[in-house]
């Protein structure tokens, strides 16, 4: 498990949940995998219930299984849990992007841009990858005036960004950048209704990959 460092005035509970979800969502700490309290407290640097705080948010996320006395586990991968934080994943984004027509200005569109660019400089660095996607998706959201929808949307959807993550691995072509490319021209273009047909091609992506990824990561992760 990899370890970031705290940052300024996040508290022992949302210190401990940030890096367990990056590691989950990583895979640094794979789908099985028992893990403790204490140990998990020990590496970083906390105590027992922040630890304990965290690891009760990630069950009732049902992406960790508590067991009274033996410990946690990583749950695994389950695609239907996936589809179904997909759904609503595809609920929000499409009105997110489709108020994002109406109300993007030239500054919003350049910030899109921009981030594309990196996109396209780190399609070799998975991680770097994943983070400048939630990028793109969270600046949709705050053009749209929704920033507290997508805090709330990406606080519940870690299987569905598991699988995000595996097909970034695994996925031979990354259609990903030239997704955004389009979404980013029919945002500029205020073309409402291609935008929302994009958006919801580009979300079915890592569903559709699921024959590519069950074949490059091992049986037992799955359901």
């Known amino acids: 498990m990899y ?16 890096v367990l979800k990056e590691n989950i969502i990583d895979l640094e700490l794979r789908p099985g995998t028992m893990v403790s309290e ?25 992406i960790v ?21 997909q759904f609503t994943h595809n609920l929000l984004e499409k009105v997110a992007v489709q108020l994002a027509c109406r109300s993007a200005t030239d500054d919003d569109i350049r910030i899109l841009q921009e981030n594309i660019m990196l996109q396209e400089f780190n399609m070799a660095n998975a991680r770097k990858m ?48 030239n997704d955004h490319k389009q979404i980013c021209a029919a945002v500029n273009r205020r073309d409402e209704a291609l ?17 590519e990824i069950r074949e490059k990561y091992p049986a037992d992760y799955f359901v």
């Not at 370890?3 to 940030?18: H, K, M, S, V, W």
């Not at 805090?151 to 519940?156: E, F, G, I």
């Open 3 to 18: 370890i970031e460092e705290r940052q300024p005035g996040e508290n022992g509970r949302d210190y401990a949940l940030r």
């Open 65 to 85: 299984d508590i067991y009274p006395q033996r410990g946690s586990q990583i749950s695994r991968i389950n695609y239907d849990l996936a589809r179904e934080t």
């Open 195 to 211: 935008a929302e047909e994009l958006m919801e091609e580009h979300l079915a992506r890592y569903i559709v990959d699921e024959k």
């Open 130 to 177: 994943m983070q400048l996607d939630d990028a793109f998706h969270r600046e949709l959201f705050r053009i749209a005036g929704k920033l507290y929808t997508w805090n709330m949307l990406s606080s519940y959807t870690l299987h569905f960004d598991r699988i995000r993550e595996m097909a970034l691995y695994s996925v031979k072509e990354i259609k990903i950048v």
């Open 38 to 62: 204490k140990d998990l407290a020990a590496e970083l640097g906390l105590s027992h219930t922040p630890v304990r705080e965290a690891l009760q948010d990630l069950a009732s996320a049902q």
